[in-house]
């Protein structure tokens, strides 16, 4: 079947503001807009990257922080119908620069804080930098009242590296985004004092899934320039929002300050992702009769993709929940479907599931099973089909909240020419969850100091990346094959740490 031959529908912005013009769209702590206002805005943005030369279909890159104009962008690159490749601002301009090099963006939208490594990542590029305070200066509005939106095609690319240390980049369609943000609403409700408090990057598809169900909902956004315990618990207690999404460590430090005081009941959805969630702060939560949905998700799903519902949070500690709406999750162990609490490979099937790694055949084969997503994480559901994640992915390493990569680390490590090898694990921390160390063994008469190893991972790694300690050992631990034994690692960790090393 043709592209042409799907049906088509409004483009969603629009429609919201001719169903909703006034009600309010997006605040910030110094601005407020109505939908009607933000779609003008979105149209004369649109109208000045027009004018640069964007044209339905172009990746066009982002590098900005979580403000006003970057949702405007997000909304303005729908209006053209434009394929948005949202950068991570963590990001070494190295990193960025195979990121913008990967996705073909010839233009990269910044903003002024990250103006400085914007110059950076295109030195060399065929890849112009707009300022995005000028695209709602001078522009004529965009005339969109012809264009449609159709669900299959593409919207976003959000780039996740793979376990070979090389970025991949998401394609997300309108559809994906369309189906997420209703499997959402059918799980969650909507009530009309609803408020999405976003203090999560819009570069990550957490954020970005946030706008998409502002427009789709009509409900409006507080979107915080980043996370600030204090001022999200003022915020919070004073009943501002009725909604958050965050992550473990976010959650930590936001009940660390707020003593006696419990969260208002207007505050109906915390929305707890980013990997496992320690158990004493579950019980912490469940004391307090906080109102939790532990979730999990990830860039190919378009955001989450299983969600428990707080009414099990005490009966089903420590579950993930069961799928969205549109979904469906299966076990497979040694090729078959897994009994009721077997461990297997988490596979998923549904409409929010993502359209294929771009420019990568090899990749988006290996994903798939059929119509079945294999997302490479080990978990099990129980006799209730309650999904419980035991890794989140084999090797992955969540620091609060972010991806770290360890085959991405080693690949920097060994890029050292005194370097023989390099292995990297995920341990334990108070603040993060968890935190990269390596581990390395050196060409014979070379010498690095750790400070040397780390100054040398920051220049090319975000700094969740850069390992906390480096350790030099004689040999690392492999199999017969020379596979590197990372499992190993870790008890000569805890050797080395108990002996003081």
């Not at 006034?22 to 601005?31: C, G, I, S, V």
């Not at 990967?102 to 990250?114: M, P």
């Not at 305070?133 to 299959?152: C, K, S």
């Not at 320690?278 to 004391?287: E, G, H, R, V, Y």
Request: with cysteine.
């Amino acid at each position: 079947m043709s592209s042409d031959a799907y049906p088509s529908m409004p483009q969603w912005l629009r429609q919201r503001a001719l169903l909703t013009p006034d009600r309010l769209a997006m605040e910030t702590a110094h601005e407020e807009l109505s939908f009607k206002q933000l779609y003008a805005r979105a149209r004369q943005a649109a109208g000045g990257l027009r004018d640069a030369g964007v044209c339905c279909g172009d990746h066009v890159a982002s590098l900005q922080g979580n403000t006003l104009d970057c949702a405007v962008t997000v909304y303005a690159l729908m209006l053209l119908g434009a394929v948005m490749v949202p950068l991570n601002t963590r990001l070494s301009p190295m990193e960025l620069a195979g990121q913008i090099n990967e996705s073909s963006s010839r233009i990269l939208i910044s903003d002024r804080d990250n103006a400085a490594t914007a110059d950076q990542a295109v030195t060399g590029a065929d890849c112009a930098i707009i300022d995005v305070a000028a695209l709602t200066q001078t522009a004529a509005l965009f005339d969109d009242h012809e264009a449609e939106i159709r669900l299959t095609d593409p919207c976003t690319v959000i780039f996740t590296s793979g376990t070979t240390g090389r970025p991949k980049g998401v394609v997300l369609t309108y559809g994906n985004h369309w189906w997420n943000a209703n499997g959402s609403l059918i799980n969650l409700g909507l009530q009309q004092s609803d408020m999405w408090l976003c203090c999560v990057p819009l570069f990550h598809v957490s954020g970005l899934s946030i706008l998409m169900k502002s427009i789709i909902y009509g409900m409006p956004v507080y979107l915080m320039k980043k996370f600030d315990p204090e001022q999200v618990n003022q915020l919070l207690m004073n009943g501002k929002a009725t909604h958050i999404s965050v992550v473990a460590s976010m959650l930590r430090r936001m009940m660390a300050i707020t003593g006696p005081n419990s969260y208002p009941s207007s505050l109906r959805c915390i929305l707890l992702g980013g990997g496992p969630v320690p158990t004493a702060l579950l019980q912490s939560c469940l004391d307090q009769q906080m109102p939790i949905y532990q979730t999990y998700g990830m860039s190919e799903t378009a955001s989450q993709a299983v969600t428990l519902p707080p009414e099990y949070m005490r009966k089903k500690s420590g579950s993930a929940g069961k799928p969205l709406f549109p979904l469906q999750i299966r076990i497979e162990a040694d090729g078959r479907t897994a009994m009721p609490n077997e461990p297997g490979d988490i596979l998923i099937k549904g409409l929010t599931v993502f359209s294929h790694y771009l420019r990568n055949k090899e990749a988006t084969a290996a994903a798939f099973e059929g119509d079945w997503f294999r997302s490479g994480d080990i978990g099990y559901l129980d006799e209730d089909g309650f999904l419980f994640v035991l890794d989140r992915r084999k090797d992955l390493i969540i620091s609060g909240g972010e991806n770290v990569y360890p085959a991405e680390v080693e690949s920097v490590l060994n890029g050292c020419e005194e370097i023989e090898r390099a292995g990297v694990i995920g341990i334990p921390d108070q603040e993060w969850g968890r935190v990269p160390v390596a581990f390395v063994s050196l060409n014979e008469g070379a010498y690095l100091s750790e400070a040397e190893l780390i100054t040398t991972c920051k220049t090319q790694l975000a700094a969740y990346k850069v390992p906390k300690r480096i350790f030099v050992l004689d040999e690392l631990p492999e199999n017969a094959s020379h596979k590197l034994l990372r499992r190993n690692l870790y008890a000569i960790y805890e050797k080395m740490t108990h002996e003081h090393y």
